[in-house]
């Protein structure tokens, strides 16, 4: 198993930039897949942005393409996501996740759950 804790969140003007990190304890971090899902009030949570233990395969949503980069320390334990010319959509909670099941990225079964992090765009 593994415990994920968010961080890095806040308020932050439109075209800003925030870099969330995800840490987690465990000694099998580098055997998972690590993701980053995002949830606004009365929508589903969607998946926008993975990748793979090694890091070498990544995926992103259309939606974030471009302007948010995922990133893993596995020394560190640590996933990050870089996010750049933030826009008021881009307001939700956000949460880390990772995956020791197979398939595509973004929709792989994902298992274990950080708590999340508000993230507040202001135009």
């Known amino acids: 198993q593994v415990q994920l804790v968010e961080s890095g969140g806040g308020l932050v003007q439109t075209g800003g930039s925030l870099r969330l990190s995800c840490t987690a304890s465990g000694r099998t971090f580098s055997s998972y897949t690590m993701a980053w899902f995002r949830q606004v009030p009365g929508k589903e949570r969607e998946c926008i942005a993975a990748?793979?233990?090694?890091?070498?395969?990544?995926d992103y949503a259309n939606a974030v393409k471009g302007r948010f980069t995922i990133s893993r320390d596995n020394a560190k334990t640590t996933v990050y996501l870089q996010m750049n010319s933030l826009k008021f959509d881009d307001t939700a909670v956000y949460y880390c996740a990772a995956s020791n099941s197979g398939g595509l990225l973004l929709n792989m079964k994902y298992s274990y759950w950080g708590q999340g992090t508000q993230v507040t765009v202001s135009s």
């Open positions: 990748m793979s233990w090694s890091g070498a395969s990544t």
